[in-house]
């Protein structure tokens, strides 16, 4: 690779964070070349020394130099620059020891006062949203920290997230919410929080307004009967036992059908409610003539919309409610980009996603990669398909807890009403699918407890 002096990354950037995405996605498109690099004990040495100099520096200090880019060399000091000028020859051996320096002092300032949005671009350090889970949990699974120990970051509390912002699905980490997120998602008495899920009679039972035979395509899902204080009584009763209540799959009417109710007594309610999802069209997408044709679900955060979560991933089947077709018709969703919108504390990353984007080639893989360590997957299907394999990630690669809740497809409730996963190491203990045979309408799943006793039913 051609030489790149400091300076030019430092002129790129427009924050300190910026400068940590460039260095970061530099020295994950070398990867293979830095870990070479490292076998090299010398080599290792000059390395830790640029990331201790460098991870003397303040945020602020960092901030200063990025808005006068010219400065760095007297700002750094005489050792750190000769330092960074003796790996450039190595490069980007100078970067990697930057960017350690960086994460070390300035961006674990930049995490602990987060406010607003970052949107996760292909190199940017992601901070570990860590929680003691094995203090209340026997046998639990790898911290993230263990598990990245031969990471180009070492030993620090980070990873680099692998995929560019432009792409189809891009993921935010939203710090607006920031402490209250972390009140409501663990307790240093309690652990891990309750989920209340629902489960109506009839759930399942759906309508479709637009059918189009020609293309291959449906639309405008709703639920053949809506009651709204009856779901609105169920997520009373839910608040009793549970902070967080998740409804299922296009059971509303309209993605926001509840919020007036909850916005009025949001005290009635658990404090964070994942409304379901329903299908919505709303104008046009940015640069393009069509409509924008989504399957939304709301979150809610003491009443108050916070985020919302559109389906990316299209479903398809040849039975939509009472009429089977000769070839299956899809979902008919608009490809405009999806974002994950993930609500951000220090302790918990919360994510939803929808139904089949569980069972999609790239947001699984996403979720892991932003520490999405408690993830709510409102559903409505018949098959458990691959969903096991994703939540078990959630469990395994971030201590997390993932809970599927599926609408009432029939009398018994198969193929399952929840689908749930746990941070145990040990497969029986790690997920289980849930069916309805003895089930009333309302769950209470407490992930503190073994699987085999950890969902009671009210």
């Known amino acids: 690779m051609s030489l790149i002096d400091f300076s030019v990354q430092l002129e790129a950037a427009d924050s300190a964070m910026d400068l940590a ?22 080599t290792a040495e000059e390395l830790e020394q640029i990331e201790v100099r460098t991870g003397e520096v303040s945020l602020q200090e960092w901030e200063e130099i990025v808005a006068n880019p010219s400065s760095w060399r007297e700002r750094l000091g005489e050792e750190a620059v000769e330092r960074i000028d003796w790996a450039r020859m190595r490069q980007p ?36 949203a860590v929680r003691p889970v094995h203090e209340k949990i026997d046998e639990c699974t790898t911290s993230q920290v263990t598990a990245s120990r031969v990471d180009l970051l070492g030993e620090l509390p980070y990873s680099l997230f692998p995929s560019s912002a432009d792409e189809d699905v891009r993921v935010v980490l939203d710090f607006s919410h920031m402490e209250r997120i ?28 637009e059918v189009d035979r020609r293309r291959k395509r449906f639309f ?8 709204e204080e009856a779901v609105l009584e169920l997520l009373a009763a839910a608040k009793e036992d549970a902070e967080i209540a998740v409804l299922p799959e296009l059971t509303l009417p309209r993605p926001g059908e509840l919020q007036k109710a909850l916005s009025e007594e949001p005290d ?5 409610v994942v409304a ?9 997408a940015a640069g393009a003539q069509h409509e924008i044709r989504s399957n939304e679900s709301r979150i809610y955060l003491d009443g108050k919309c916070v985020a919302f979560a559109r389906k990316h991933h299209v479903f398809a089947t040849k039975t939509i409610g009472s009429e089977t077709f000769p070839e299956p018709l899809k979902e008919d969703l608009t490809v405009e980009q999806k974002t994950v919108m993930v609500l951000s504390g220090r302790k918990t990353r919360l994510a939803v996603v929808i139904c089949a984007d569980l069972i999609d080639a790239v947001i699984p893989r996403l979720l892991p990669a932003a520490g999405v360590n408690l993830l709510l997957v409102p559903a409505m299907t018949k098959k458990i398909g691959s969903f096991n394999p994703p939540i078990c990630d959630i469990a395994g690669y971030c201590q997390g807890v993932a809970a599927v809740v599926n609408a009432r497809c029939g009398e018994t409730g198969k193929p399952f009403l929840l689908m749930l996963s746990v ?36």
Request: with cysteine; proline share 6%; glycine share 10%.
């Open 268 to 272: 009635r309610y658990p404090a964070i």
């Open 220 to 227: 405008g899902v709703q639920p053949k009967e809506w009651d």
């Open 182 to 209: 972390d009140e409501l998602t663990w307790s240093d008495q309690e652990g891990l929080p309750s989920i209340a899920t629902v489960h109506r009679e009839g759930s399942g039972e759906i309508e479709v307004n």
């Open 21 to 42: 995405r460039q260095l970061g996605e530099t020295c994950l498109e070398n990867s293979k070349r830095l870990r070479k690099m490292l076998l090299d004990e010398q």
């Open 276 to 284: 379901g999802s329903a299908h919505t069209k709303d104008g046009t």
């Open 93 to 128: 051996l100078d970067f990697l020891g930057v960017l350690r320096g960086l994460c070390g002092k300035a961006l674990a300032e930049q995490f602990l006062i987060a406010d607003g949005q970052l949107v996760l671009d292909k190199g940017v350090p992601v901070r570990f």
């Open 423 to 458: 941070p145990r190491e040990q497969p029986s203990e790690q997920s289980v699918a849930i069916d309805g045979k003895e089930a009333t309408e309302l769950a209470i799943f407490n992930p503190n407890e073994p699987l085999s006793v950890a969902v009671r039913w009210k």
